[in-house]
């Protein structure tokens, strides 16, 4: 009887395995790097995770802050294991300064390949001084902007300054490297004739979303003029030093932008080293392009997101092979 007992609850449990799928694969772990908790990039790197873990792939991510992009791009140089398994936030500007072994970095480092962009920045400067109508009218002003790791906030507008106009003229100039916030207060209280404020957008639609700081500028109450930078000066830069795309912010993007204006847009996303594997790469660029409406779920950074603005102004040999073959597959390429 005893035996008889056995033998069905074992038929009972075999019955009711068969009933059930065969358990998946163990998902293969990937470690995602972004940004200090809190930023655009931090964010919307906590809703890949979410993306990627609820939905049918192979892979499942780890999300963890550092504390900024140029610390991912030394890990991924520095640590050979964690370029099979690792991919971080980071900017084509950063990879810029990493490939050319400039400050904040102390010596040439591999750049990174992109999976996806997240986000466009883009900065110009505003001043409040009604005698000010253009850049070439700054010449001898004071002007605040952020720190030079601050990249898009500090090295970027100074290289515009720098490389977009004549020797001269950027020689007059008073730059204060303050951070970002602190650049919004001194163009507040006048302490300094310009300062950089900006934001972030989607250039395929146009669609912008104010930084803090510029919202801060904006709350003022002063009346403001958006200096345009010039096609002509993000291409020169371009051409001479730092990477940037230059696209126009339209008008009414903010209050007070009464005509569109040029920037050197920055674009920050999903990077992984030249060794990650390429299949990773592609199963990632894929979760990406097939949950693209899914981000503004998560911020309003993620609204700015599209299929097309995900490799908008990349060249295809800055690419991961992998994440290439998703896009070609998808025809966005």
Not at 78 to 86: E, V
Request: net charge neutral; proline share 6%.
């Amino acid at each position: 009887m005893k035996r008889l007992l056995v033998f069905l609850i074992c038929l009972v449990a075999c019955a009711w395995c068969a009933s059930v799928p065969a358990r998946a694969a163990e998902k293969t772990v990937i470690h995602l790097l972004s940004t200090p908790f809190g930023t655009g990039s931090y964010v919307l790197g906590t809703a890949l995770e979410s993306i990627v873990n609820q939905g049918d792939y192979p892979l499942s991510i780890a999300h963890a802050e550092t504390p900024g992009q140029a610390y991912n791009v030394n890990k991924l140089n520095a640590d050979a294991a964690a370029r099979q398994n690792t991919v971080v936030t980071a900017s084509q500007g950063i990879n810029w300064l990493a490939e050319q072994g400039k400050k904040p970095f102390p010596a040439k480092r591999t750049p990174l390949k992109l999976i996806g962009i997240y986000t466009y920045t883009a900065t110009w400067l505003v001043t409040g001084d009604k005698d000010i109508k253009s850049v070439a009218d700054l010449k001898g002003k004071r002007i605040a902007m952020g720190r030079i790791p601050q990249v898009i906030w500090g090295y970027e507008p100074d290289a515009l300054l720098r490389n977009g106009y004549d020797d001269d003229f950027y020689k007059s100039l008073k730059i204060q490297f303050v951070g970002t916030s602190e650049a919004a207060t001194a163009l507040i209280n006048g302490q300094v004739d310009a300062a950089t404020i900006g934001g972030y957008m989607d250039p395929v639609s146009g669609r912008f979303s104010p930084a803090p700081q510029t919202v801060e500028v904006l709350a003022s109450g002063r009346k403001l003029r958006h200096l345009d930078w010039t096609k002509d000066a993000v291409e020169k830069t371009a051409a001479k030093d730092i990477r940037l795309f230059p696209i126009q912010v339209p008008a009414k993007a903010v209050d007070g932008l009464e005509a569109p204006i040029w920037i050197g847009a920055d674009l920050h996303g999903l990077f992984a080293h030249p060794d990650f594997p390429e299949e990773y790469a592609y199963i990632l660029a894929k979760a990406m392009i097939e949950n693209i409406e899914a981000f503004g779920k998560y911020h309003a950074l993620g609204g700015l997101m599209s299929r097309a603005g995900l490799v908008k102004g990349f060249s295809p040999e800055n690419i991961h092979p992998g994440a290439l073959r998703a896009y070609k597959e998808a025809g966005i390429l």
